[in-house]
């Protein structure tokens, strides 16, 4: 008798039952032999039936798994759900032997249109629960609000291989399935076909009688009703044999006689809603329980490998991993891979598994490749392990307009999507770069976090941008719910920005998105943007709101050299902008507490550099605001209501400006550290002048008066003020570097005596001496030549006379 004849994979009669673990390559290869060894008439799969219409994709020469079905509430995109396929995928298996026979192939699970809908009415409060039965072997993973299991499932439905491992005297599940199934070979005849579904069918019937008596979860009895009837429908409909391919969890379930009757009474009245949907790119790192995903596998490249691998899968896995660690410029031969191999079959033998599997590779990659160092190991994981595979899908599947203004801007700037992170250098003056940079930035704004900013490597200049990419495939739903701003990614991020404008909460949030307006080019998002800020700047009295809301402007003023975005309005706006904060600010800095002085200090640090920025500008309005600025920072570091950090902090940018002398400066610091200053206050003003990692302690180092100063004043605190102050201090000498600490050590160490009264010269520092030593000075000058690729041409010596340096930039 055939397999078409039998019907059952037990043999009685009625469908092919091929129940499977999702993502098994056992499973997948033993469904492909079922289906040529039954001929079946039809195929079905489960999963949502709404994709039924994009099944031939399946068989497009541009789709490439991992791929996943997609599916989303039209009127709410973020309520979704996905069905990750990857080509060792008893279900893609099935989906491609179909279209290669010509065999009708439908899907059979509950619909999206109800279980996206049963999801809204059981609001989890956001919670994910993607793929939470997936490692059971009958359940589909889906991620998000798509998953119909319920977190209230006993344990042992939960996880049923591992109750089965375990009755078989395992106790890892994941190797006691490589052994009875991933490991299998190709068996002959029909029997052999069929008979790991026999088993697997018998298994899961006695688990699922255990299960509270025979209680079933209600999701899975609904979509059990579902599929019974569709298989019904397909009997009906199709000649020959209906092969159904699902989880074995739900095969004792379909075999069982129920009426139609009760299988449509338990289908009434389901919630329902619109949905759409469509084929994503997936990765394997989303397959993994490591990424995330509980798709039942820890594995995916290594199960990839076993699906692949026409034969000695060990000698070519260990082959891989030895290419891999010799690209990461480790010492590997052939001769490591022979004895890997060896090692590898030992331990299987030791072990009693029948073929080595990915432990036992592991542990001779361990021994005999990485010298057993888990270092390397996790790269060999991260890497080949899991994988950083990223699916394709054709340009014809389904898709929102604004997916496809993507794809297209993508393809465009020759930014291809990959799983893999990785760094993207930008250069702004070249258009595609640039072009690069207000994509990036436009995604930003509307939530697809594509890539992520980085810091420059060898550039602080603001032609130079660096992000870290990656596409994981949530951002397709991240993208879906971006199409309500618009069609294209231009429009979505323009309609956003102005949105965004509307709901921002104070002027700092607006002043950022003017930022990312100038970032994004957006030019017409910027005009209602801009507006709204001058509406906002001209209400808000606040004067750490106005400073807070500066930086980002002043900022914003940079990008139109190299942009060439019109920032006139910007410059009219951060001038109005620094003016207030010139006028408020001494009068907010009065009658502060320690936490409100400490937060005012650093706008103070953020106004000084913003001023500082557009003093460079020549837009109209800015000439004189440094003049302006120092005038308040003068009148900061004479009032004594103005807390000592406050007051240090001013002293301190003044002295960096060059306004102050440095005489000036130590008479403003023994006025703060006199016998008649509270300790505290005393600490807080040391603290603003040399604390907050502005490079206070070189100060200290070249400035013996300074140093003289603190020291005089700390070794004349009282012992019960001493303590008062203590934490202060250390909080801020803990932030000096530890050179700095040490020096700063010894100097004090030897006492005022020793030390004299200027300069440290004599006390047998290194780097400090009564005058310049030029020729120590001219031993680096050919390494900066060097560095500014310089070499012969510029002088051999030259006395360090203040202008020589710049003649070699030059």
């Known amino acids: 008798m055939t ?9 009685a009669p009625g469908p092919l039952l091929l129940g499977v673990r999702h993502h098994g390559p056992g499973s997948a ?24 219409a994009l099944i031939p994709l ?12 997609l599916a989303h509430a039209v009127d709410e995109p973020g309520r979704s759900a996905f069905w990750p396929l990857a080509e060792f995928s008893p279900e893609w298996v099935a989906l491609r032997w179909a279209l290669e026979h010509d065999v009708p192939a439908r899907f059979i699970d509950l619909p999206a249109a109800h279980s996206l809908a049963w999801r809204s009415e059981e609001d989890t409060e956001g919670e994910d629960t993607e793929g939470e039965d997936a490692e059971r072997a009958g359940e589909e993973p889906q991620a998000g609000p798509g998953d119909p299991s319920g977190a209230s499932a006993p344990e042992l439905r939960a996880d049923p291989l591992a109750a089965l491992a375990g009755a078989a005297g395992h106790d890892d599940p994941e190797r006691w399935w490589e052994d009875v199934v991933e490991h299998r070979g190709h068996g002959g005849g029909d029997g052999a076909a069929l008979a790991p579904f026999t088993a697997l069918e018998e298994a899961m019937g006695a688990l699922r009688e255990t299960e509270e008596g025979g209680g079933h979860d209600g999701r899975d009895l609904v979509r059990e009703a579902y599929m019974r009837l569709q298989v019904r429908a397909a009997q009906r409909d199709f000649a020959g044999a209906v ?17 139609a009757t009760a299988d449509r009474a338990l289908l009434k009245g389901l919630p329902r809603t619109k949905v759409d949907l469509t084929w994503v790119p997936w990765t394997y790192r989303r397959l993994s329980r490591s990424g995330g995903y509980g798709a039942g596998i820890e594995s995916p490249g290594w199960y990839a490998h076993l699906f692949g691998a026409v034969d000695r899968p060990v000698e070519r896995w260990l082959t891989k991993v030895a290419g891999l660690l010799r690209e990461e410029g480790r010492t590997v031969s052939s001769a490591h891979v022979i004895e890997a191999v060896r090692l590898a079959r030992t331990l299987a033998v030791l072990r009693g598994r029948p073929l080595a599997g990915l432990g036992e590779t592991t542990d001779a990659v361990r021994a005999v490749m990485c010298d057993g160092s888990d270092v390397p190991l996790a790269l060999v994981r991260d890497r080949l392990v899991v994988g950083d595979v990223l699916g394709e899908v054709p340009a014809g599947a389904p898709a929102v307009p604004l997916q496809r203004d993507l794809a297209r801007v993508q393809r465009r700037l020759r930014l291809k999507p990959e799983a893999r992170r990785r760094e993207l250098e930008l250069d702004l003056r070249k258009d595609t770069d640039a072009g690069r940079s207000r994509l990036l930035h436009r995604l930003r704004l509307l939530g697809v976090g594509w890539g992520e900013p980085a810091a420059s490597r060898g550039s602080t200049g603001t032609f130079r941008e660096t992000w870290r990419l990656r596409w994981d495939p949530e951002l397709s739903v991240r993208v879906a719910e971006a199409g309500v701003w618009g069609t294209t990614v231009l429009a979505a991020a323009t309609a956003r920005a102005e949105a965004d404008a ?38 808000d009295t606040d004067v750490g709101h106005l400073a807070r809301a500066l930086p980002a402007l002043v900022r914003s003023l940079r990008y139109g050299d190299v942009r060439g975005t019109d920032t006139g309005a910007l410059a009219e706006v951060a001038a109005g902008l620094a003016e207030r904060v010139f006028v408020g600010l001494p009068a907010a800095c009065a009658a502060l507490d320690a936490d409100a002085a400490d937060e005012m200090r650093g706008h103070v640090d953020a106004v000084h550099g913003a001023v500082g920025l557009l003093g460079d500008t020549s837009a109209p309005g800015h000439a004189g605001l440094r003049s302006r600025w120092q005038e308040v920072l003068r009148t900061l570091s004479a009032r004594d209501i103005v807390p000592g950090v406050v007051r240090g902090r001013a002293v301190r940018l003044l002295l960096d400006d060059g306004v102050l002398a440095a005489d000036e400066a130590a008479r403003f610091m023994g006025l703060a550290l006199s016998r008649g200053t509270p300790p505290a206050d005393a600490a807080a003003w040391i603290e603003g002048f040399v604390g907050g990692g502005s490079g206070g ?16 004043w700390l070794t004349g605190v009282a012992g019960d003020a001493f303590t008062e102050v203590l934490p202060l201090l250390r909080r801020t000498f803990a932030a000096y570097e530890p050179g700095v600490r040490r020096s700063l050590g010894e100097l004090v160490r030897r006492g005022p005596e020793a030390r004299g009264r200027v300069t440290t010269a004599g ?4 780097g400090f001496a009564a005058g310049l030593d030029t020729e120590r000075a001219d031993a680096v000058l050919p390494v900066v030549r060097l560095l500014l690729g310089l070499e012969g041409n510029a002088p051999a010596r030259t006395g360090l006379d203040g202008n020589d340096l710049v003649g070699v930039d030059a």
Request: with cysteine; charged share 25%.
């Open 763 to 766: 006390l047998g520092i290194p």
């Open 58 to 69: 399946a068989a497009d020469e541009d789709m490439r798994p991992p791929v996943a079905l």
């Open 697 to 712: 302690g070189l100060l200290l180092l070249h400035d013996e008066r300074l140093l003289a100063l603190v020291d005089a």
């Open 243 to 259: 092969a159904v391919v699902c989880g074995a969890w739900h095969v004792p379930a379909l075999r069982r006689k129920v009426t």
């Open 29 to 52: 290869r033993a469904v492909r032999a079922a289906l040529e060894a039954a001929r079946p008439g039809v195929v079905l799969i489960e999963g949502p039936p709404e994709a039924d």
């Open 3 to 11: 397999g078409t004849d039998r019907g059952g994979a037990g043999g």
């Open 502 to 539: 509307v709901t921002a909460r104070d002027l700092a949030e607006v002043t950022a998105l003017a930022e990312r307006c100038l970032l994004a080019g957006l030019p017409d998002a910027l005009t209602p943007v801009m507006r709204i800020l001058a509406d906002r700047a001209a209400l």
